[in-house]
């Protein structure tokens, strides 16, 4: 904050001269030198950079067991410091934990690579990633404390998730009911991390991790029930679709719904009860747009109705951020939807201008709605 600011702030009457007085002070006090601490890290990036030169210049020339044995090193030497001046880092700086946890568990991830890479070898990727979660996934749990550690253990519970089932269905084993719902099972779990994360931000002193993985794991149920829209209008699930496929849809949906009634559950709060209900609504679209495939007005409306849904949930727990991206996300399908109908429109001047004018229409109204209906202040989800 600017002494300036602080200034106006007095002069508009918004504060006293003892608060001004007392807010300078502190700010002065508690000050960082950017241009200092800039040259700093622009130094430090210098030398990183150098290092990573001369190692990838020299890499084949090194002993793959000596870059091994470097790695691991590394890798131990900051997990002990990790686990024995936990506490002291947490005094100095809550961010310097997370950034070492997060450095840990990036070394942790590239040495299954490096293994490979020195002994030749080759394994789905799922494999290693399925190993990492295994081994740094509880001391990402147990120590993370904001969002790049949620985002680590989510992302790559999300990612080793899709590897596995991309795998499976090459080797054409989806084609199988129960194979299909056991895939389906494994695409679908990160969801449940939502009911756990909601247990344990109440009962941790790390809330703002648990809130962290408990928003995640919505915003993946989220984007796949959208993408399941998205997919049906172009007739992804195709007109003849097999009973192993609806089997799938209906275990995802399941296990939307599943979550979103766990939610609800532990944490009967306002803004519990409206997560559950987007999880649950998320759900009900996965199996919507599967039965409006291959018709693009149908599929538009599961769309619009999972993000009004949404936009309602986020009036009743007043989350302003999520109201006004619900707005963007209907208003961005309009758009769509209205160039799926009159494409032929798009190959003329004059169809060109009104599709200008409809975007600009549509961009206004979202504005206007956004602003009058937003919720005036946001509440944690």
């Not at 002065?28 to 950017?34: D, G, K, N, Q, R």
């Not at 081994?135 to 790049?148: A, E, I, Q, V, Y």
């Not at 032929?344 to 709605?369: E, K, N, Q, T, Y």
Request: charged share 15%; proline share 3%; glycine share 10%.
């Amino acid at each position: 904050m600017s002494a300036r600011k602080i200034a106006e702030w007095h002069d508009a009457g918004l504060i006293d001269a003892a608060t001004r007085d007392r807010l300078t002070a502190y700010e002065a006090e508690h000050t960082h030198p950017l241009l200092l601490w800039a040259v700093w890290g622009i130094g430090a990036l210098a030398i990183g950079l150098g290092v990573v030169s001369v190692v990838a210049a020299n890499w084949e020339d090194i002993p793959g067991l000596l870059r091994l044995g470097v790695h691991f090193a590394l890798l131990a030497g900051l997990l002990a410091l990790l686990v024995w001046r936990e506490q002291r880092l947490d005094e100095a700086s809550p961010w310097a934990v997370e950034a070492l946890l997060f450095v840990v568990a990036a070394l942790g991830l590239t040495f299954f690579g490096h293994i490979g890479q020195v002994y030749q070898t080759s394994s789905p990727l799922w494999q290693p990633l399925a190993t990492w979660l295994v081994l740094f996934g509880p001391l990402l749990l147990l120590t993370g404390r904001s969002w790049p550690s949620a985002i680590a253990l989510l992302g790559g519970m999300v990612w080793c998730a899709w590897e596995y089932a991309g795998v499976m269905a090459d080797a054409g084993i989806s084609e199988d009911i129960g194979w299909s719902i056991w895939l389906a099972l494994v695409v679908a779990l990160p969801v449940m991390a939502a009911p756990i994360a909601a247990a344990m931000r109440a009962r941790s002193w790390r809330e703002d991790f648990w809130v962290t993985i408990e928003q995640l794991a919505l915003t993946y149920a989220v984007a796949g029930a959208s993408f399941a829209s998205g997919f049906a209008s172009i007739g992804a699930f195709e007109a003849d679709p097999s009973a192993a496929k609806l089997a799938a849809v209906l275990t995802c949906a399941a296990v939307a719904l599943v979550a979103g009634a766990g939610v609800a559950a532990v944490r009967p709060s306002v803004s519990g009860r409206m997560t559950g209900a987007i999880l649950a609504g998320a759900g009900a679209a996965m199996v919507l747009a599967y039965a409006a495939d291959d018709r693009n007005v149908a599929a538009a409306l599961v769309f619009f109705a999972l993000w009004a849904g949404i936009a309602a949930a986020a009036l009743a727990a007043q989350w302003r951020g999520v109201f006004q991206v619900a707005v963007g996300a209907i208003a961005v399908r309009l758009v769509i939807l209205s160039f799926e109908l009159a494409a032929d429109l798009l190959m003329s001047g004059f169809g060109l201008i009104l599709s200008g004018v409809l975007i600009l229409g549509i961009g206004w109204a979202a504005v206007r709605v956004s602003r009058r209906f937003a919720p005036a202040r946001e509440d944690a989800a």
